[in-house]
């Protein structure tokens, strides 16, 4: 049974650091790319960041370029991603997601966390 399951998640002021971390199982993790996508209340699900199985590849949206960093732990089966300067916008439910390759369309994506709230205030 795949399971992808986040943690890490709360509510920060502006400029605050959150570290969320996704602990998978049930798959074959260094088989997968693995990405970190948000979705904030009324707007569409989006990718924030994506790392192929061996760290060779790494995206980034624009938005968070600079200030998140996703990384991985093969042996761990976790995917991390250090969140620093976080900003009101940065607000959202964050999930872990799997894919066969370094995508980037949401439909790309074979496997999905159940989400973890980030709130970001003034």
């Known amino acids: 049974q795949v399971q992808l399951v986040e943690s890490g998640g709360g509510s920060v002021q502006t400029g605050g650091s959150l570290r969320l971390s996704c602990a998978a199982s049930?798959?074959?993790?260094?088989?997968?790319?693995m990405a970190w996508f948000r979705q904030a209340p009324g707007k569409e699900r989006v990718i924030v960041a994506a790392i192929r199985w061996n760290s060779g590849d790494i995206y980034y949206s624009d938005s968070v370029k600079g200030r998140f960093t996703i990384s991985r732990d093969n042996a761990r089966y976790t995917v991390h991603l250090q969140m620093n300067s976080l900003k009101p916008d940065d607000t959202a439910v964050y999930y872990c997601a799997a894919d066969r390759d370094l995508g980037i369309p949401i439909t790309d994506y074979d496997y999905w966390g159940q989400g973890t709230q980030v709130t970001v205030s003034l």
């Open positions: 049930g798959f074959t993790f260094t088989r997968y790319a």
